[in-house]
């Protein structure tokens, strides 16, 4: 029983030790840690570069370590880091810009990780380094989009929190607004599958040198709630419309030839899929 108790007690200093050791801020996973750390070791070559910024405490934000997973599983050097570092990673990306690694280079990060994603954007502008592409899961906050970057995906939840060009910005900024989807709020959009699945295809564009391209992107701004899902309609309702439909023709007879809808702006069409 004693031995038993003694284990049990060993067991629980542990798991608290973990806990403790996860809730430090700037503690990066090993295993991503140890990847980040050998990619900025090589230098001569440039290659995609992803990092990965956790919010409060970083016990809210592990969506970002599923995606750093889903996103190094695709050869591409991925690393997670606590927002209050974001200083240190900035001028890490800068020496290695310098050295002659040009990337292409990414940010993400979720609620104050997000914020600190569109800083850290407007710090390397001033020192002359290029983003690719950066996304905000629900920053809290709106922040301008420097012109070093090609693309923002700003994925939220908040009007207030939309993401706004700023001076010399020519790339692509899309606001996807997610408020109209129940299943979502702060503490669950960065590990949504579909928005994890929707920043997955722009890395992997971006980090291919597909789309956002610094330099080459052209201007695009859009902004807008995503469309909800169509209303359930009742065979009554059915059945009433179509009734009232034919008896509307029977009255007026053939209506004339209508001339073709126009398509939608380039703005309007981006809001139901963000292009790269």
Do not use: W
Request: hydrophobic letters at 40%.
């Amino acid at each position: 029983m004693a031995i038993r108790a003694a284990i049990t007690g060993r067991t629980l200093r542990r798991l608290f030790a973990a806990a403790s050791l996860l809730a430090l801020p700037g503690f990066v996973m090993p295993a991503v840690a140890q990847n980040a750390k050998t990619a900025s070791a090589e230098s001569g070559a440039s290659r995609p570069h992803v990092y990965l910024m956790r919010g409060l405490l970083n016990i809210f934000s592990l969506g970002m370590d599923q995606l750093a997973a889903q996103i190094e599983s695709r050869g591409i050097d991925a690393g997670v880091y606590n927002h209050t570092v974001a200083d240190t990673v900035v001028n890490n990306i800068a020496q290695e810009y310098r050295a002659g690694d040009h990337g292409p280079y990414i940010l993400i990060g979720h609620s104050l990780g997000a914020d600190a994603v569109m800083t850290m954007a407007q710090q390397l502008n001033r020192q002359g380094v290029p983003v690719a592409l950066v996304v905000p899961f629900d920053g809290t906050a709106s922040y301008a989009a420097p012109g070093n970057v090609a693309c923002v995906l700003n994925l939220t939840q908040r009007k207030y929190a939309y993401m706004v060009p700023g001076a010399g910005f020519h790339g692509k900024l899309s606001n996807v607004d997610v408020s109209s989807d129940a299943s979502i709020d702060h503490f669950t959009i960065d590990k949504s599958p579909r928005l994890q699945a929707k920043a997955l295809s722009s890395v992997l564009q971006a980090a291919h040198g597909q789309t956002c391209r610094p330099g080459v992107t052209g201007s695009v701004v859009a902004a807008g709630k995503e469309p909800a899902a169509p209303k359930p309609v009742s065979t009554s309702e059915s059945a009433a419309s179509s009734t009232s439909t034919l008896s509307t023709s029977a009255t007026k007879g053939a209506l004339p030839p209508t001339s073709p809808t126009k398509n939608a702006s380039p703005a309007v069409e981006l809001r139901n899929g963000y292009a790269g």
